[in-house]
């Protein structure tokens, strides 16, 4: 069985868990951050990291907030947590 996952992981799986898989359904970092309990900064830093590698895409808002969804790459790497 497996341990804890990483954070970094658990962030992933926060926005898969939150049907964050299309703009129209992006999620705000405030909003991470809220339900993960950790500092907006820890989870942009996180995300924009994950941004380079292709797992997830962000936009500004119509009120200039940060906003998160997974890509295709991104949703198989958080399925690939569960295997």
Do not use: W
Not at 37 to 43: K, T, V
Not at 64 to 74: E, Q
């Amino acid at each position: 069985m497996r341990g804890e996952i990483p954070l970094s992981e658990k962030i992933l799986q926060t926005l898969h868990n939150l049907c964050a898989t299309a703009p129209d359904l992006a999620r705000r970092s405030e909003e991470l951050a809220q339900v993960l309990q950790l500092n907006i900064s820890e989870i942009e830093r996180i995300l924009d990291g994950y941004g380079f590698e292709g797992y997830v895409e962000s936009f500004a808002d119509s009120e200039g907030k940060k906003r998160y969804y997974l890509t295709g790459s991104g949703i198989i790497k958080v399925c690939a947590l569960f295997t």
